[in-house]
């Protein structure tokens, strides 16, 4: 899916876009840390992901309530203007101990958040296709 190219028509549009450029991003970072691990110094990261779901979950409950999109940024995740958000990696501290311990768990782990944040990624990008074809119906038919 190409995302810049998609325009924001609604407050909907827009969280399940960022949802998407999230899960993104996320997958980089996970695929590096399996990649990274037999490097010297390698420390796992990965993105915020209870910061990022909590800022969701505010933003989805200010729509629901004044039917208005306000992202509100925090420690590791700055909303933008025109949409843009970034996200700052930070490490993933269960990871490293677990990696220090044992790691084939290690690897298992970040096979698991991989498989996870595949399926978000998928199901926003499912609610995304899903709402377009919605709109896409809805203007013919008013047509």
């Known amino acids: 899916m190409n995302l810049p190219t998609l325009a924001t028509t609604d407050n909907i549009t827009e969280i399940l876009l960022k949802i998407i450029e999230f899960t993104q991003t996320r997958q980089k970072i996970l695929i590096q840390n ?4 037999h490097s010297p110094c390698f420390m796992p990261k990965d993105l915020p992901v209870d910061e990022f779901s ?10 629901v309530h004044s039917r208005r999109l306000l992202f509100r940024d925090g420690r590791n995740v700055k909303f933008g203007m025109g949409g843009s958000f970034k ?3 930070v490490i993933d501290e269960q990871a ?3 990696f220090e311990e044992n790691r084939d768990e290690y690897l298992r ?6 498989l996870e944040n595949s399926l978000n990624q998928r199901i926003a990008s499912e609610l995304l296709k899903q709402k377009q074809t919605d709109e896409q119906c809805l203007g013919r038919c008013l047509n």
């Open 87 to 89: 996200v700052a990696p």
């Open 96 to 98: 490293n101990k677990l």
């Open 54 to 63: 909590k800022l969701m979950h505010l933003a989805v409950n200010e729509h």
């Open 109 to 114: 782990c970040q096979i698991i958040k991989l």
């Open 34 to 37: 399996i990649n990274g691990m």
